[in-house]
Structure formats: C-alpha cells, structure tokens
C-alpha cells in the first residue's frame, strides 16, 4: 500500500503524537476493506503505544473507519481510502487527534470551540481533487476541537451509489445535517463564518479601528502577495484585504512554467505566496471582498475602501489586485444544472464522470488540455468551439487529435444545456456555418472559455475597458491619483501568473514612489498653556 520512502515519512510525523486514540475500523470482505485495513495496520505498526486499531466497528458505510481520542467525544470518521491528495488529510486527522497541535490561527479555533448546535457534516471528495484537502482538513479540524460537530469524509469513487443517489456530480461538496451547506474550495475561515451568525459585525468593527495603511491592497493573488512584498521591504504600513488569499491560483492543478520553479501545483502556490507575505508583517484580511473605492474627499486625502461586511479601510494609497474569475457561457440550463453536471474544473470533478460521456466548451489551452485530461477517464468527449479553428497550442491540438475518443466541432455556438430530473442529460448547439441546430445527448459539460475581470465594484470610479478590465498605464497608474492596478483584473495582456506577479512588484514600486511625493504634513503647533 505504501512504499518505503513514504512508510518512513509517515513514521516520523507520527512521531508527534503525544495522545493515545483508537482507529475503529468497518470493514467488509471486499477488495477496498483489504486495502483499507492493510493501511491502517501500516498506520497502527508504526506508532502502536499510542495508537489501537480495532476491527469490529459497526458503521455502514464500508471500508471505513473512526479517529476516536482516549475519553473525548469526538466524531471524525473517513468512508474510502484517502490516498492521493487526501493522503495529507489522513496524516493531519491523525496527528492533531494524537494531541498535535494544528496550525490555525487560534481566534478561530476558538470560534469553533464555541460553536454551540448540531453540526452533522458529510464531505464528498475524489482523490484527484486538488480543491478538496481544504475542506477535508478544515471540517476535520472542527470535528477535533468540537464534540459538537460531527465529520464524515466520504471518497466519491468508492460510494458511487451514494454519489448517485444524491446526485452528486461535482466535489468537493458538503451536507450539513443533511442538506447541501456548501461546495468548490472552502477555508477553515469560510466555513466557520458561515456557522457563526455574529462573526460579520465582530469582523467589522475590528476592521474600522484600524489605522490608515500607507498602501491598501484590495486582492490576493499573485499580483497582490508580489505587491505586499515589495511594498513592505519599503518598510511602510501595509495591508492586504483578500477574498480568499492566492486567488484564481489555488484553482489551478499545475504550474509549470514559473521561473525557477519546476513543478507545482496551485493551492502549494498560494501557500508559498501567503506565507511570504507574513515574513514581511503584512496584513493579511482574508474573507474580505470590496464593495466599494472612496476617492479622497480633497487633494492628498486618505482613500477608502469599504468591504461587504460594512467595514471601511483607509489608505494613503490603493493597489487593486483583484483578479478574475471562469467566464460562464450564459445560456439556459447552465445556471440550473450548475453541480449537477455543468462544471469548471476537469481536474476535481473528472472522476465523478467515469464511463460518462461529456462536452468541454471551449477550444483554448485551457479547454484542450481538460478534454485531454478527460478523454483517458470518461467514456467520450465532444469539444465544442465557437470560432473556425480551435486556438490552442499546436501540441495540444495534434495531441487531442489523437485520442480515439473524442469529437471536435469548430464554428459551433452554444444555445442551450438541457437537462431532466435535475442534472444534465444534453448540450445543443447551432452551427455558424449551416445554421443548423444540434443535440448532444451526455451527461456532463465542463466550460472552459476563459476569464472575466472581478471590477464590477469599480464601475464609476476607475475607467474601465470594454471588457471590465482597469485601464492602466505603463507603472501600474489608473486615472485616480494614488490607486494603482496589477495582474488579470487589469488591461495588460497576457494572463499568467509570472505577469501578474511581475505587475504587483511593478504597482508596489509606483505606489511607494506616489507616497514619497507627497506634501509633508506639517505638525500642528503648541497650543500656549
């Protein structure tokens, strides 16, 4: 089940638990139960003066298996193998359950301690998806630190009845006491403010008592941790409000072509991104999305930005940093059928699709390349692209080409994904040539067409192209004095994350260079006693 290398990386973490607990493993006489307990006797073999296994556990879903503290309460059990990307998962679960102590920051494990209800959560997962550790760790976490709150990790491909049954074509994806809470990416921080009704207006207030920033960042991605960076070696006040820190990256599955980085993967990224920008005292306000930029009400003024939330931040000067976000394709059914067969990532949810037939809109890079992806997990792909030739790159074009599995129309545009029952049986589409309107009958579509700038805030204060992007000129500069741009949200071509990264560094630099030209304030004088 486990190489030797990894047997003995594995034992040296466990080395780290310090509490003793039981695994009460459910087991059948199935292939899975035999690899699921060889596992964790692999587990148990390793640290066994702390750790039980037992094999008698009555759960009915099998192989599975409980995490269980000496004299705690605690509920967190895994249905399947998590392997793949949930290895990770599996180690955390066991250490922080053995008493080693997460990594979170502690005002929010303190949220959850005080979580107060009945919190039965189910979290659906498939090996591949490189979206789902987050979700696993956090409601993993929760599970630990809380005996009200109870987590079942459920592996997709291994329950395919359940994930049938629930209709289930996109992961990860979470029930709360039944019904559905939430699905894509989820952080710790996310999920708990969903739970706790009062977090807002706490967050808020703690907000507007801050002091004015000499820079303000508004987005977290590549652009924004590149611009955090430089502006705070200036040794100046930064801050960085974030949606959700690393951006359209942490959607990303591979990297492989930034600069003296060979390989890795989007969420490992944005984890490299934010814990730089914590080296340097940055911070970081994640949860945040701007609602709204304040000009200076005179010259030389502070600009404000105020956040969904009610809060409002004040800043000498603004960076926005606000990426992009998947372009939707806007025709019927797409919305309805949204996780119910319509998907954006090929890497999270293929899986769910094996022995499927699907459709991927969209002839770019990005659109080939998932249809590749897909081609060697589903039973057929049919491509669809609305131009006469598909756009990606030559390679990737003679690549797909190959594969006996797929179809490709060119100068089809898309009219309609139809659907019954609730989830996805077809897509149709017109040819732009014959005019001609066609169906095909499938049971997934997956779009793949590019992005569209988050400014929609914007709109009114900062010009903005004909596509949404922030006009900006060669430094960074929009037409507000003081607010500067960087990365996709901007009109600087090319949307990669050297760019973005690039842009940041070039905005921080302009925003430093604006502050150091600017009137000095001259102190009040003394007032005579």
């Not at 049954?165 to 006491?177: G, S």
């Not at 690549?399 to 089809?412: E, F, G, Q, R, T």
């Not at 139809?418 to 149709?428: I, M, Q, R």
Request: glycine share 10%.
């Amino acid at each position: 089940m486990l190489d030797d290398t990894l047997k003995a990386q594995l034992g040296a973490y466990l080395e780290r638990v310090t509490q003793p607990f039981e695994i009460v493993a459910s087991l059948s006489d199935s292939e899975s139960s035999r690899d699921t307990l060889e596992l964790l006797q692999t587990i148990q073999g390793l640290r066994s003066d702390k750790i039980t296994l037992k094999t008698d556990g009555q759960d009915a879903r099998r192989p599975s298996f409980s995490l269980q503290r000496a004299g705690s309460d605690t509920s967190l059990r895994f249905a399947g193998l998590p392997l793949g990307h949930e290895f990770t998962s599996l180690v955390l679960a066991l250490l922080w359950t053995g008493g080693h102590p997460p990594k979170a920051e502690q005002d929010v494990m303190e949220q959850i301690r005080a979580l107060d209800g009945d919190f039965n959560f189910e979290v659906y997962m498939s090996l591949t998806c490189h979206n789902c550790p987050d979700v696993v760790q956090a409601l993993s976490l929760m599970a630990i630190l809380n005996p009200k709150v109870k987590t079942t990790v459920i592996e997709g491909g291994a329950f395919q009845d359940e994930v049938n049954a629930r209709e289930i074509m996109a992961v990860p994806i979470v029930f709360l006491n039944g019904e559905v809470f939430g699905s894509g990416r989820m952080t710790l921080e996310e999920i708990v403010a969903k739970l706790d009704v009062n977090a807002d207006a706490r967050e808020a207030a703690k907000l507007n008592a801050k002091d004015p920033f000499d820079v303000l960042i508004v987005g977290g991605g590549p652009a924004g941790a590149a611009a955090a960076v430089y502006a705070a070696r200036k040794g100046i006040r930064v801050g960085v409000a974030a949606e959700r820190f690393g951006g359209q990256v942490n959607d990303t599955m591979a990297i492989e072509n930034y600069i003296s980085v060979l390989e890795t993967d989007g969420p490992k990224f944005a984890t490299a991104l934010e814990a730089q920008v914590r080296h340097y005292d940055v911070d970081i306000m994640n949860l945040q999305r701007a609602d709204k930029l304040i000009p200076p009400a005179e010259p030389n003024g502070l600009l404000q930005v105020q956040l969904a939330n009610g809060a409002v931040l004040s800043a000498r000067s603004v960076i926005l940093s606000t990426g992009a976000r998947w372009r939707n394709v806007n025709v019927p059914g797409e919305a309805e059928y949204r996780n119910k067969g319509v998907a954006y990532c090929p890497h999270c949810d293929g899986p769910l699709f094996k022995g499927k037939r699907v459709s991927v809109i969209g002839g770019g890079n990005s659109g080939v390349e998932a249809a590749i992806d897909l081609a060697g997990v589903v039973q057929h792909v049919t491509l669809i692209e609305f131009a006469d030739a598909l756009k990606a790159d030559a390679v990737l074009v003679s690549k797909l080409k190959s594969l006996p599995n797929v179809d490709i129309h060119v100068n089809a545009q898309t009219t309609e994904i139809t659907g019954a029952n609730g989830k996805v049986n077809g897509l149709s589409y017109k040819d732009r040539v014959s005019g001609d309107v066609k169906h095909i009958e499938l049971e997934g579509v997956f779009v793949q067409i590019g992005l569209v700038p988050n400014t929609e805030f914007l709109k009114g204060t900062v010009e903005l192209s004909r596509f949404g992007e922030i006009e900006v000129d060669a430094k960074g500069h929009t037409n507000v004095p003081g607010v500067f741009a960087a990365g996709d949200c901007t009109t600087v071509p090319f949307k990669q994350i050297v760019i973005a990264a690039g842009e940041g560094s070039k905005a921080a630099l302009s925003a430093f260079d604006h502050l150091i030209r600017q009137p000095v304030t001259a102190p009040a004088e003394a007032v005579p006693a």
